[in-house]
T-cell receptor
Framework: AQSVSQHNHHVILSEAASLELGCNYS??????LFWYVQYPGQHLQLLLK??????LVKGIKGFEAEFIKSKFSFNLRKPSVQWSDTAEYFC???????????FGKGNQVVVIP | NAGVTQTPKFRVLKTGQSMTLLCAQD?????MYWYRQDPGMGLRLIHY???????AKGEVPDGYNVSRLKKQNFLLGLESAAPSQTSVYFC????????????????FGPGTRLTVT
């Protein structure tokens, strides 16, 4: 079964610091990749997704992610975080044409004003 | 559009009681999913459905049953609740993949917080 690994479950940053969250998956074939965000007390929302094409994907709120096929990775980045980025971030993967998502365990990010 | 809605938002059950969680979507999506979210565990798929009248087991199906009698609704049942089922339950729906895309993102409901004592 495929698995998704997210490291550094708890991240604490100051405002304006840069953020990078790692995501690695174990599936060897073609995959579709997603990052979702869950703000406190809210449901999951899509940040960005990668299906094909340019491996550098830009999402909402200044987030971007880079797909590196050789490393089975899809790391999320934001150059300068804000207090409002405090949330839990989930990486998710689905094999091509599968439509079942496998989620990582999430990264709890706290941004200190 | 309301998107994906879930009923109820909160519930407390005693061990052994039963209940049904309702998920409704108004986006005409083919696929629907039930997940549970536990601290440090991410989201785990309980059951899913690829269309009206069809259901399938996910990663953690034991203790749960589901039904998809109408395309827009997906029900999750707990026949005999256990404390291990204390969790936040999320429903999601997804558009049918087609020639223009191999997959689409899932849209999530607001969640149901269930406590079993």
């Amino acid at each position: 079964a495929q698995s998704v690994s997210q490291h550094n479950h708890h991240v604490i940053l100051s405002e304006a610091a840069s953020l990078e969250l790692g995501c690695n998956y174990s599936y060897g074939g073609t995959v579709n990749l997603f990052w979702y965000v869950q703000y406190p007390g809210q449901h999951l929302q899509l940040l960005l997704k990668y299906f094909s094409g340019d491996p550098l994907v830009k999402g909402i709120k200044g987030f971007e992610a880079e797909f590196i096929k050789s490393k089975f990775s899809f790391n999320l980045r934001k150059p300068s975080v804000q207090w409002s980025d405090t949330a839990e971030y989930f990486c998710a993967v689905t094999p091509y044409g599968n439509n079942r998502l496998a989620f990582g365990k999430g990264n709890q990010v706290v941004v200190i004003p | 559009n309301a998107g994906v809605t879930q009923t109820p938002k909160f519930r407390v059950l005693k061990t052994g009681q039963s209940m049904t969680l309702l998920c409704a979507q108004d986006m005409n999506h083919e696929y629907m999913y039930w997940y549970r979210q536990d601290p440090g565990m991410g989201l785990r798929l309980i059951h899913y459905s690829v269309g009206e009248g069809t259901t399938a087991k996910g990663e953690v199906p034991d203790g749960y049953n589901v039904s998809r009698l109408k395309k827009q609704n997906f029900l999750l049942g707990l026949e005999s609740a256990a404390p291990s089922q204390t969790s936040v339950y999320f429903c999601a729906s997804q558009r049918l993949a087609g020639p223009s895309a191999s997959s689409y993102e899932q849209y999530f409901g607001p969640g149901t917080r269930l406590t079993v004592t």
